[in-house]
């Protein structure tokens, strides 16, 4: 299977990810769920599972890699790590995204527009 | 890239699944774990804090499943539905499909079934501890073949005097000995020390030890494990029965009692001795052996740990110099005799593996060639489809398909077109190897059992197979993949006739006929080499006529006649033979010619000094009258022996290589020679012209014919020369020699040519081979040509039309398809050239004897090439011309 561009490209769990793992680095699963919640102000009803599906299809895409290695507590624990690739590609998203997020925001100013 | 790297993954991920799974449930044990201190840390008790992350988790079962998916089932699926979609569109064209499936059946099975037999005479390693330490011995007396037989006497003090073996045992060779009261057994007798040194545990019972091998020690065995199984059945009550051989063979005199055996063990299945192509049924301590010490050994050693092979062969070339040295007091050529130390990787090497070892390497190269050859043109014939399916490409890229999808289901089709040819080809295989064998084992054998070699499609074989179908697959499906990569959808539906062909397929689409025509006459031309190599060894300054020869041996070992009543009725048998009809002359003599015997003698002849240094044995044939003229071999002076001559003084005939050297220019008659150990002297009395002797590919030899009716032993090789076909004859010869001479039987009928041709099986077999696939080759590169030809033409139709419209005559048509081939084939030409000029020396250094001339064949086989490509391109270059312009532009 090739990883459906719009499941990463605009699926948002996936941004969502690499955003943060470039934002906070190397993570392991569960701090990388409780930082999308707290960013997100706890609005986003996420069940964490799903998180890791969409880590795995990161990882086969090569943006993420992944290694064992152990949490603050202890415990032993996969931690992912944004991949050379993965930045890049997270560059390209966010202007995706800007220019995307503009258009639509445009679209909204017309339709307030009273004119 | 990124995407291979994705499927990569997925591979790998397929491979282990298992370690995968625990590492996710791992993985999501310490997510909840966390979880559920997190959530005690707000102050939840701990069951409370747990259920809490579970649900914050959402689906466990749910979240594996889907995670398990994405992991490895869906690259699966995605296959499935890419071979599907191409075993659809392989069976909507049945014709090529079939052409390509045999074509590759053909490429494939010939490289497997090479394989296989190169794997299993030459690489496979021997089943025992540390194959690799192993070393053999051999020696070589200057102008015959390496022998590895060694006297006990040489074993004994190898054994005892060397510092660099840890062991070293002693084998005799392999042969058949009659047992009491049931088939024949291959015995093999043994050093004690045999199974021990090899490292080889027992399958039941136990091995022979040190203990067995001692003098007087009682004879025990152990049998082989097929043995057990074919005769036992597996019965473990073998161990303690008595085996019992007969020592020496029976048809040589003073046959000995046989020795009687208990059975103390069974070898390992895997284990079939040291030999390939023997499969020895008992083992037994040489020590038991009646005669145990005229018997010779072949030697094997160990290694001890860090001694190199090099200075494991210097050490026993010391140790063996002084009986070098004395056996050179007689005979100085013995000083050029040198021990050999080789690797005994996988066993001892046998005639099987000198023979043909080498021509068998250069064949996997022919064949290795034959691959890229079928895959060019593969992959030429899928690119026209694939520009037929343009269309389709770009419509499927349009809608929305990836490109690597596209990709991907092309490789798709040519990975199930290599499967279904490989399987194919690995029945092919499995027959064709097996005929070699038996094309292999059909040669000259002067001593021992008849090898019995058997041809195993095993894993390593498969693995093979598999590993060259993929790379078959990726290389023909490169080149349709490539372009299909390219296919940007926009230009691709705007043309509708077809005329728009890109640039980088015509190129590919050339450049894969002049690949296939360059292949085709590299094969074609080492076929040359060994073709002409051949019909060279057979019918070139043979000094003999070979056709029309009968040759028939007799066992008169049970006719109790004397010496002087055998000679009467060897002469009525040979009246009664030149009496049937269509038989013109018969004789007898020693040796005939080609057989692989030789009998020589140092001679010296009166007046005739040379130093000792410089003497060569001469060769012997004891002949009976009519010898030459039945032979075919000319008397240039003197006469023939007689019959008359028994009883009188002895007589000799030379040949001229023997007349030039011993007597200079002078004439040969009236003079007299010596032999080596015999007193009486022998006068000149004929010159014959000179004639190979043992052996096809050596000049003819220095050699002195004797007169058999003088000797006190008579031969027994009779010889026929016939103006009949030499078979129809054979009822009458054995209705004749039955009448005559009473008790004798038969041994072996057989013509000259056949006996020739017995001798160089390898030569045979090479240029049988070579031959065969450089057929194979030129024919795969017509077609290749006229394919591409074909769909040019197709695809140009309308531009032919406009051209005709335009008032171009028919021939500048045809000229311009035809330069079109003519450069292709030049270009291809100019390329095999290069690469058959260049490979020459190793082509010809595979076989002994063949020079690395390569003009002569070169040439013919580039005349023969283009003659067929000039007929491969001449239908579609007159379809070219019967483009009907307003046809032509009516389709557009």
Redesign the interface.
Request: no cysteine; aromatic share 8%; charged share 40%.
């Given at each position: 299977m090739t990883p459906d561009k719009s499941d990463v490209l605009y699926g948002t769990l996936g941004l969502m990810i690499i955003k943060t793992l470039e934002a906070m680095g190397p993570l392991h699963g569960y701090r990388i769920a409780r930082r999308i919640e707290q960013i997100s102000g706890n609005q986003l009803a996420l069940n964490q599972g799903t998180l890791y599906p969409a880590l795995l299809k990161l990882e086969q895409a090569g943006w993420i890699s992944s290694r064992w290695g152990e949490s603050e507590t202890g415990r032993r624990v996969r931690i992912y790590t944004l991949t050379r690739t993965g930045r890049r590609q997270l560059e390209k998203e966010e202007a995706q995204w800007q220019r995307a997020a503009s258009i639509v925001e445009r679209f909204f100013k017309i339709s307030d527009d009273p004119s | 890239v990124?995407?291979a790297?994705?499927l990569l993954?997925?591979l790998w991920a397929l491979a282990r699944v298992r370690q995968m799974d625990r590492?996710?449930d791992?993985?999501?044990a310490?997510?909840l774990?966390?979880?559920t201190?997190?959530y005690m840390q707000q102050g939840l008790c701990p069951e409370d804090a747990r259920s809490a992350a579970l649900r914050?988790?959402?689906?466990?079962t749910?979240?594996k499943e889907?995670?398990r998916q994405?992991?490895s089932f869906?690259?699966l699926?995605?296959l499935a539905r890419d071979l599907r979609h191409a075993l659809r569109m392989l069976r909507r064209s049945p014709g090529f499909t079939t052409v390509t499936v045999f074509t590759l059946a053909l490429g494939i099975g010939a490289n497997t079934a090479i394989f296989s037999l190169v794997h299993v005479l030459l690489w496979r390693e021997l089943p025992v501890s540390d194959p690799g330490s192993l070393v053999q011995f051999t020696w070589q007396y200057p102008g015959d073949p390496p022998l590895n037989l060694f006297s006990t006497e040489q074993y004994e003090q190898f054994r005892d005097r060397n510092g660099v073996f840890s062991d070293l045992i002693g084998t005799a060779p392999i042969g058949l000995d009659p047992a009491a009261g049931g088939e024949p057994l291959q015995t093999e007798w043994v050093t004690g020390n045999y199974f021990d040194a090899l490292g080889v545990r027992p399958a039941l019972g136990r091995l022979l030890g040190p203990v067995d091998g001692a003098p007087g020690a009682p004879a025990v065995a152990v049998v082989s494990w097929t043995f057990w199984k074919n005769r036992f059945n597996l019965d473990p009550q073998i161990l303690g029965t008595r085996i019992s051989v007969g020592g020496v063979s029976a048809r040589q005199a003073g046959s000995v009692a046989g020795v009687s055996a208990q059975v103390v063990g069974v070898a390992p299945q895997e284990f079939s001795g040291l030999m390939t192509g023997y499969r020895p049924d008992v083992w037994i301590p040489a020590a038991a052996h009646p005669n145990a010490r005229q018997g010779g050994f072949m030697l094997m050693a160990r290694l001890k740990d860090d001694v190199p092979i090099e200075r494991a062969r210097a050490e026993m070339r010391v140790l063996d110099r002084a009986r070098i040295e004395e056996l050179a007091r007689n005979d100085p050529q013995w000083l050029e005799v040198t021990l050999e130390v080789e690797s005994a990787r996988s066993g001892f090497s046998t005639p099987l593996h000198q023979q043909f070892g080498r021509p068998l390497l250069m064949v996997m190269a022919i064949v290795g060639a034959l691959l890229l050859l079928t895959c060019a043109n593969i992959g030429g014939m899928l690119l026209a489809r694939a520009a037929a399916r343009q269309r389709e490409m770009a419509v499927r890229v349009s809608l929305g398909a990836?490109r690597?999808?596209v990709v991907r289901q092309v490789l798709a089709e040519s990975l199930l077109l290599s499967v279904v040819g490989s399987l194919f080809g690995i029945v092919g295989a499995y027959l064709g190897a097996n005929a070699l064998v038996r094309i292999m084992t059909s040669g000259t054998r002067l001593i021992g059992a008849a090898p019995s070699l058997e041809v195993p499609i095993d894993a390593a074989v498969l693995l093979f197979t598999a590993g060259a179908a993929v790379f078959a697959a990726v290389l023909f499906g490169l080149a349709p993949a490539w372009t299909g990569f390219g296919s940007s959808p926009a230009p691709a539906m705007r043309v509708t006739g077809g005329t728009g062909q890109l640039r980088t397929r015509r190129v590919f689409g050339d450049g894969l006929v002049v690949a296939q025509v360059a292949l085709s006459l590299v094969l074609l031309s080492v076929a040359g080499l060994y073709v002409g190599h051949l019909s060279g060894l057979r019918n070139r300054d043979l000094g003999f006529d070979r056709t029309s020869v009968l040759l028939v041996r007799l066992d008169t070992s049970r006719v109790p006649s004397g010496r002087d009543q055998l000679g009467q009725i060897y002469k009525e048998l040979l009246g009664r033979f030149e009496s049937i009809p269509g038989v013109r002359s018969a004789t007898l003599s020693g040796m005939t010619p080609i057989s692989g015997a030789a009998g020589s003698r140092f001679v010296s002849v009166e007046g005739f000094e040379e130093p000792p240094a410089a003497r060569r044995r001469l060769m012997l044939n004891d002949v009976a009258p009519g010898y030459f003229e039945t032979f075919g071999t000319s008397l240039i002076a003197g006469r023939d022996f007689q019959f008359a001559d028994e009883g009188r003084a002895r007589v000799a005939i030379v040949n001229q290589a023997m007349a030039r050297h011993y007597f200079a220019d002078r004439d040969p008659r009236g003079r007299q020679l010596l032999l080596e150990g015999d007193p009486r002297p022998y006068e000149v009395v004929g010159v014959a012209a000179d004639a190979k002797y043992a052996d096809l590919r050596s000049p003819a030899p220095p050699t002195v014919y004797l007169n058999a009716f003088q000797h006190s032993r008579l031969p027994s090789e009779f010889a026929l020369r016939t103006s009949v076909p030499p078979a129809t004859v054979v009822p009458d010869v054995q209705r004749i020699a039955g009448d005559v001479l009473n008790g004798a039987s038969m041994v072996k009928v057989t013509t000259l040519t056949e006996q020739l041709d017995a001798s160089i099986v390898p030569e045979r077999l090479i240029a049988a081979l070579s031959g065969f696939f450089g057929g194979v080759g030129v024919l795969l590169a017509a077609i290749g040509l006229y394919g591409l030809l074909a769909y040019t033409v197709a695809r140009r139709t309308n531009e032919i039309g406009i051209r005709i419209a335009l008032g171009a005559t028919r021939q500048a048509v045809t000229r311009m398809v035809l330069t079109h081939a003519l450069f292709l084939v030049c270009a291809g030409l100019a390329i095999g050239a290069m690469i058959a000029m260049s490979t020459r020396r190793i082509a010809a250094s595979m076989l002994e004897g063949v020079s690395a001339e390569v003009l002569f064949p070169t040439v013919i086989a580039a005349v023969v090439t283009i003659g067929i490509a000039l007929l491969a391109a001449y239908i579609p270059a007159r379809r070219a011309t019967r483009v009907e312009p307003l046809i032509a532009l009516r389709a557009e």
């Open positions: - | 990124k995407r790297q994705a993954k997925r590492d996710i791992d993985e999501i310490s997510h774990a966390e979880a201190d997190e914050s988790f959402g689906g466990v749910q979240t889907v995670y994405i992991r869906m690259w699926e995605d990836s690597s999808r």
